[in-house]
């Protein structure tokens, strides 16, 4: 059965620093998502991603989050300088053209 | 402000006892519903969603949910629970067609007992 990958497992980074989180969404999904979990808390909606563009972000989503498609099949969410309170689990989520999402295993981000 | 709430918490049950896992939502237009599971280790994993028609929808692993709508409800059940279902469950809501985000609840941490 398909599954969303990403990668890294676990990252630790420094604060100030650019972060990239990888996700490979089931192959012929449409529409990708970034969720995060901040330990003890909700998940939270990021963004979602459709035809090569942002179709809905949060207020949480602000100017150091971006995403991206660079080929066909990798989806990234790129944190350009970390703050500590980014220290979450990311979730990458793909959909079909259903409503149904489908979650990888999530990036544990750990900002010092 | 929209929100889905999970009242419980954390559950502690013993083999073959029945599950009930609490889900309201406020939202009063069209939604989707979904019941997620995570276990230990793993990813967040389908159990069943509930998007119109029969509001009893059946899940994977003997797993149930029933829309209310009069109670803005979709309660998680399973008459027999099993060692293996220990894990965190989560409900979330999609507010209609026009929007992508799913409204996560707390989740819901059962443990089961053998």
């Known amino acids: 059965e398909p599954e969303v990958t990403q990668t890294p497992s676990h990252q630790v980074t420094q604060m100030g620093q650019e972060v990239i989180l990888r996700c490979v969404p089931i192959?012929?999904?449409?529409?990708f998502y970034w969720y995060r979990q901040i330990l003890g808390q909700k998940v939270e909606f990021l963004v979602s991603?459709?035809?090569?563009?942002?179709?809905?972000k949060s207020e949480i989503f602000d100017d150091q989050f971006s995403v991206e498609r660079p080929d066909g099949s990798n989806f990234t969410l790129k944190i350009r300088s970390t703050k500590l309170e980014d220290s979450a689990m990311y979730f990458c989520?793909?959909?079909?053209?259903?409503?149904?999402?489908?979650f990888g295993p999530g990036t544990r981000l750990l900002v010092l | 402000a929209q929100s889905v709430s999970q009242h419980n918490h954390h559950v502690i049950l013993s083999e073959a006892a029945s599950l009930e896992l609490g889900c309201n939502y406020s939202y009063g237009g069209t939604v989707n519903l979904f019941w997620y599971v995570q276990y230990p280790g793993q990813h967040l994993q389908l159990l069943l969603k509930?998007?119109?028609?029969?509001?009893l929808v059946k899940g994977i692993k003997g797993f149930e949910a029933e829309f209310i709508k009069s109670k803005f409800s979709f309660n998680l059940r399973k008459p027999s629970v099993q060692w293996s279902d220990t894990a965190e469950y989560f409900c979330?809501?999609?507010?209609?067609?026009?929007?992508?985000?799913?409204?996560f609840g707390t989740g819901t941490r059962l443990q089961v007992f053998p």
């Open positions: 989520a793909s959909s079909g053209t259903g409503a149904t999402q489908y």
């Open positions: 979330a809501v999609k507010r209609g067609p026009n929007t992508d985000k799913l409204i």
């Open positions: 192959s012929n999904h449409l529409y």
């Open positions: 509930y998007f119109s028609g029969d509001p």
């Open positions: 991603f459709y035809n090569n563009e942002i179709s809905e």
